[in-house]
């Protein structure tokens, strides 16, 4: 566990990444933040999922806008 400490991802499941990036911003935020063909064309968590897992920079590009997104709304709950 120790060695995850600095991880901002540990626990966290691309899945469920996917889930806050569509509920609270949508699918076609995700299309035009990161374009990839399972955000524009008939988007689904599972057919997101399914290429998220199989192409690695894909992935790493969503894990970062969940980090930026996540970071900013933090900082703006902070100066509330």
Partial sequence: METQKNNPLHGITL?????YLTENHSWEFL?????????????????????LRKTPWARTRVENLYLYLKKKEQKKSDTK
């Avoid at 899945?15 to 889930?19: H, P, V």
């Avoid at 299309?31 to 290429?51: G, M, Q, V, Y």
């Fill in 15 to 19: 899945e469920q990444m996917l889930i």
């Fill in 31 to 51: 299309a035009s933040e990161i374009n990839i063909n399972c955000f524009k064309s008939d988007p689904s968590i599972k057919s997101s999922l399914t290429f």
